[in-house]
């Protein structure tokens, strides 16, 4: 059974900062590009960050030098590293392949900031 199952998520307050982890399982992991998304209410699921297998990666221009995104292979994972969060970050966030494979979407993992 494939899953991708994210976590790290929670409450922080404006400026702050939080690392999510989305371990995967019963897939080859290490062979493709992987990305974090995420859904704010009312909006549609947007790509934040991604990372090819090889470790280049590239993000979205409204979080470009305050995430990062890395993997270890070994351990079948996938990090995003936020720092400076604002409001506009709320959102529940999700880890899939990149481009995403539409039957691996897994519940996510909320991300509120707030004061």
């Known amino acids: 059974q494939v899953q991708f199952v994210e976590s790290g998520g929670g409450l922080v307050q404006p400026g702050g900062s939080l690392t999510l982890s989305c371990a995967v399982s019963?897939?080859?992991?290490?062979?493709?590009?992987m990305g974090w998304y995420r859904q704010a209410p009312g909006k549609q699921r947007e790509l934040v960050a991604a990372?090819?297998?090889?470790?280049?990666?590239n993000y979205a221009d409204s979080v470009k030098g305050r995430f990062a995104i890395s993997r270890d292979n070994a351990k079948n994972t996938v990090y995003l590293q936020m720092n400076s969060l604002v409001p506009e970050d709320t959102a529940v966030y999700y880890c899939?392949?990149?481009?995403?494979?539409?039957?691996?979407w897994g519940q996510g993992t909320q991300v509120t900031v707030s004061s």
């Open positions: 019963g897939t080859i992991f290490n062979i493709y590009a």
């Open positions: 899939n392949r990149s481009p995403p494979e539409p039957k691996y």
């Open positions: 990372i090819t297998s090889r470790g280049y990666t």
